[in-house]
């Protein structure tokens, strides 16, 4: 009986497993790199959830004054974490530089490859977002 219930556990792990990384997407499949940008935003919104932590920032157009929510997508939790990244690292109302990727669907979104803060008072500081498209050449926290 203990052998059935164990391969049970086992069999519906692995199941749900296998649901979780097939939802995960690549960064190919996503986002473009020969589409790079940066924008310079107040932070809206920081969602440190897996597989991926997103920010949102509002970035003002030069010229027409109108103002778009951007997404950008880092890397997973736990590679933030191990770079120095805490939950607090993005503060919301600050201001930060994104350089990354756009999405490939000409949507509001990027991959963000690195992050600078330019908190006042201090020398802006540039971190490496963990992206799976990001260039990993931005300092760590």
Do not use: C
Not at 7 to 29: E, P, Y
Request: charged share 20%.
């Amino acid at each position: 009986m203990k052998a059935y219930l164990v391969g049970g556990v086992i069999a519906v792990a692995l199941v749900l497993g296998a649901g979780r990384t097939f939802a995960h997407h690549s960064f190919t499949a996503e986002f473009d790199g020969n589409k790079p940008i940066t924008l310079t935003g107040i932070v809206t919104k920081v969602e440190w959830t897996n597989p991926h932590v997103w920010f949102y920032v509002n970035v003002k157009d030069k010229d027409t004054g109108k103002v778009t929510n951007w997404g950008a997508e880092m890397g997973p939790p736990h590679m933030l974490q191990g770079q120095g990244w805490r939950r607090d690292t993005l503060k919301i109302g600050e201001e930060v530089t994104i350089k990354g990727s756009l999405a490939k669907n000409g949507t509001s979104r990027m991959n963000a490859s690195s992050v600078v803060l330019t908190r006042t008072g201090g020398k802006p500081q540039e971190l490496d977002a963990a992206s799976s498209g990001g260039n990993g050449e931005a300092a760590k926290p």
